[in-house]
T-cell receptor
Framework: GENVEQHPSTLSVQEGDSAVIKCTYSDSASNYFPWYKQELGKRPQLIIDIRSNVGEKKDQRIAVTLNKTAKHFSLHITETQPEDSAVYFC??????????FGSGTKLNVKP | KAGVTQTPRYLIKTRGQQVTLSCSPISGHRSVSWYQQTPGQGLQFLFE???????NKGNFPGRFSGRQFSNSRSEMNVSTLELGDSALYLC??????????????FGPGTRLTVL
């Protein structure tokens, strides 16, 4: 089955700096890669996603890049704000109904 | 539109007991997935149901089972509970065939503690 690895497990940045979280996957047939944000005590929520036919996608301060050859994808957050502090999960899916998640990255944005 | 709901929100059981968790998806969503979330392990996929059929299954022992009803509500059952089953159990629903993408909407979770 699919195996998704996520790094780093914790990330601390100063407000205004950029944050990058990286994930690798093992199944070359995976074709959908969402990113979820989970604030403390709350449910995970989708923040951005990318399909395998696209190399990059942006939504305001958030961007995701995908390298199919190397089988890795990354989340980029620019101009970080304290409210970006949360746990971020990457995931990979082959057929849109079975998702494999990374182990999560705890992002701390220091004011 | 109401979001995904899960009941109960908190549960305390002892080893050897069994437990049933419930999930009501967003109206119109027919796919329901279950995940186990533990610190440091992220979200581990348990199984996914669609139209009352288990369509996908993760790598969990047979003590973990589930079902889905005709109204898309789903239940998850864990028998012979072990201490290691203590976790947050999340369900997520999605709209099959959505042009917007297969976004999964998560419920608030059921926090299970096994003593």
């Amino acid at each position: 089955g699919e195996n998704v690895e996520q790094h780093p497990s914790t990330l601390s940045v100063q407000e205004g700096d950029s944050a990058v979280i990286k994930c690798t996957y093992s199944d070359s047939a995976s074709n959908y890669f969402p990113w979820y944000k989970q604030e403390l005590g709350k449910r995970p929520q989708l923040i951005i996603d990318i399909r395998s036919n696209v190399g990059e996608k942006k939504d305001q301060r958030i961007a995701v890049t995908l390298n199919k050859t190397a089988k890795h994808f990354s989340l980029h957050i620019t101009e970080t704000q304290p409210e970006d502090s949360a746990v971020y999960f990457c995931a990979a899916s082959r057929d849109f109904n079975k998702f494999y998640f990374g182990s999560g990255t705890k992002l701390n944005v220091k004011p | 539109k109401a979001g995904v709901t899960q009941t109960p929100r908190y549960l305390i059981k002892t080893r050897g007991q069994q437990v049933t968790l419930s999930c009501s998806p967003i109206s119109g969503h027919r796919s329901v997935s279950w995940y186990q979330q533990t610190p440091g392990q992220g979200l581990q996929f348990l199984f996914e149901y669609f139209s009352e059929t288990q369509r996908n299954k993760g790598n969990f022992p047979g003590r973990f089972s589930g079902r889905q009803f005709s109204n898309s509500r789903s239940e998850m059952n864990v028998s012979t509970l072990e201490l290691g089953d203590s976790a947050l159990y999340l369900c997520a629903s999605s709209l099959e065939g959505s042009l917007a993408g297969p976004e999964q909407f998560f419920g608030p979770g059921t926090r299970l503690t096994v003593l």
